[in-house]
């Protein structure tokens, strides 16, 4: 009995003593597994930390995910066009606004037609061409040009004749052989014939034929040809070959759109603040970075009843000829700046930045943050803000472009890093 109670205490001992020594073992190896994962956490912190210390210098992005601070040094600040001055104020011209239509100037048209009937025989230009002035555009076949032609002949020969005459009466005269009344009947005979020669002559040249030579040297039937008076864009063609042509038929349009006119509409309430010579800017939603400068050169004398508006006629000038007729055309009249001065900047220092307009202010040297602000009026250049910039504040105010590149250059850097 006693050996029993022995054997069954060993057992028990031994049974104790393994669940003893697994207990032991799993806690050492749970220990060492957060041993692990604590190194592995404290790795991750640590490569973090260097990614951020040894990331973009340019631009990052603050704690509430706005966007941060451009850094460029002085030198490429420079390089880049970027320009730094303290925000001023200043008093702010006002401005009238206004839309119109772009018209031809009716200064600069020309209506082509002959000068003479003819029928067409060749086209030498058709629509949308750029001519110069005196080009031929077109060449007529006109019977009423040979009739001149041959006046102008018979006149030469006229005047030939009577010069022979008046010579020969003088040499007579001379030699007391004809009487002196017969040398005043020469003369006069030869002034009539230089009057007769210079009419047949300035019919050729009103015409725009050069003056022929001898008879008989070109045996060629004469071609009129029908010119432009003026250099421009053909805008109407109406020639066609085998037609016949005259003085009141426009075979051509032809206008010169360096210069062309812009039809507005002025209120009734703001003809005290308008007058002719006052200057305008204008811009077309085809190139809306491209600012036209004119002057109105008419006002009209009467109101409409239904608009209670006033037209008023801008001459532009078309480098370029960017501004087509018939389009349409916002203009801003600027007024004297007599109002209290307000907090400006340039209309370049202003950048869409996230939905937002925002200056870059610079809040070192070689430091700069995109600030939020609200503007207000815009004239000669020049933007009201309201809010998010105060005066004496250093803003960029040439090359914020430039600044908002390398923003949007450090976010795509920032992407491609996350998709990697």
């Not at 031809?104 to 629509?127: E, F, M, Q």
């Not at 300035?202 to 015409?207: F, H, N, P, Q, T």
């Not at 700069?368 to 009026?377: L, N, Y």
């Amino acid at each position: 009995m006693n050996k029993k109670v022995i054997i069954f205490g060993i057992i028990l001992a031994a049974a104790l003593g393994g669940g003893f020594l697994y207990r032991s073992m799993q806690s050492q190896t749970g220990s060492s597994e957060q041993a692990e994962h604590a190194q592995e956490n404290a790795e991750g912190h640590e490569e973090g930390a260097e990614h951020n210390e040894h990331g973009d210098a340019h631009e990052g992005h603050d704690e509430h995910g706005e966007t941060g601070i451009v850094r460029m040094t002085g030198e490429m600040q420079k390089q880049n066009g970027v320009a730094v001055a303290p925000a001023m104020k200043q008093s702010l011209a006002g401005v009238i606004s206004a839309t119109g239509k772009v018209e031809t100037n009716a200064d600069r048209i020309a209506h082509v037609s002959p000068p003479i009937s003819g029928k067409i025989v060749a086209v030498r230009a058709s629509l949308g061409d750029s001519v110069a002035a005196g080009q031929t555009l077109v060449t007529l076949d006109s019977v009423e040009l040979g009739e001149a032609l041959n006046r102008y002949h018979q006149s030469k020969t006229r005047l030939a004749l009577a010069q022979s005459n008046m010579e020969r009466v003088r040499s007579l005269v001379e030699k007391k052989i004809a009487a002196r009344k017969d040398i005043y009947q020469a003369e006069t005979e030869f002034k009539m014939a230089q009057s007769e020669l210079h009419t047949d002559t300035e019919r050729l040249s009103l015409y725009g034929v050069a003056l022929p030579g001898r008879r008989g040297e070109n045996q060629r039937r004469p071609l009129l040809p029908v010119r432009s008076p003026i250099g421009g864009i053909i805008t109407e063609k109406h020639a066609i070959v085998g037609e016949l042509s005259d003085p009141t038929k426009s075979l051509y349009t032809v206008a010169d759109l360096s210069s062309v006119w812009l039809q507005i509409d002025i209120n009734e309430k703001d003809l005290a603040k308008v007058h002719k010579g006052q200057s305008a800017i204008v811009t077309v939603s085809a190139f809306p970075d491209s600012k036209l400068k004119g002057r109105i050169t008419y006002i009209a004398d009467l109101v409409d009843q239904a608009t209670r508006t006033v037209k008023a006629r801008i001459e532009v000038a078309n480098p370029g000829r960017r501004l087509k007729p018939e389009m349409f055309a916002t203009v801003e009249l600027t007024l004297a700046a007599d109002a209290p001065a307000v907090l400006v900047v340039p209309e370049e220092a202003l950048q869409d930045l996230d939905g937002k307009k925002v200056v870059f202010v610079a809040e070192h040297d070689d430091e700069f943050v995109p600030r939020p602000v609200e503007i207000g009026r815009t004239a000669g250049g020049m933007v009201e803000i309201i809010s998010g910039l105060h005066e004496g504040e250093r803003y960029a105010f040439k090359g914020a472009f430039i600044l908002k590149s390398e923003i949007k250059k450090g976010e795509m850097t920032d992407e491609h890093g996350h998709g990697e």
